[in-house]
């Protein structure tokens, strides 16, 4: 079963980083695209970033390109967001979420770690 933990959300002032990180376990993520979304309070959930497992292109949304940064550490079986000139329509609470690279959407969500980002 696959299981993905968040960690590493917190408060933060305008334009300040985060790293978020997220482990996987449960079984080899080779053919599996990994990602982050979002859910800012009262808005509906959204798609930050993503990537393949096994590298190669990355995809952001237009409101985080060039600003967050989605990587992943083979060794540690860890996919990572770092965020960095931080505002405060960032702030929400972060998912990890993975799929199957033949499947649509994505299945496995972790439990979310929040991030706020103060003015």
């Known amino acids: 079963q696959v299981q993905l933990v968040e960690s590493g959300g917190g408060l933060v002032q305008a334009g300040g980083s985060l790293r978020l990180s997220c482990a996987a376990s449960?079984?080899?993520?080779?053919?599996?695209?990994m990602g982050w979304f979002r859910q800012a309070p009262g808005k509906e959930r959204e798609f930050v970033a993503s990537?393949?497992?096994?590298?190669?292109?990355?995809y952001y949304a237009d409101s985080v390109k060039g600003r967050f940064t989605i990587s992943r550490d083979y060794a540690q079986n860890t996919v990572y967001l770092q965020m960095n000139s931080l505002k405060p329509e960032d702030t929400a609470v972060y998912y990890c979420v993975a799929r199957r690279a033949v499947v649509k959407e994505f299945n496995y969500w972790g439990q979310g770690t929040p991030v706020t980002v103060s003015s």
């Open positions: 990537m393949m497992w096994s590298g190669g292109s990355t």
């Open positions: 449960g079984r080899t993520f080779n053919n599996y695209i």
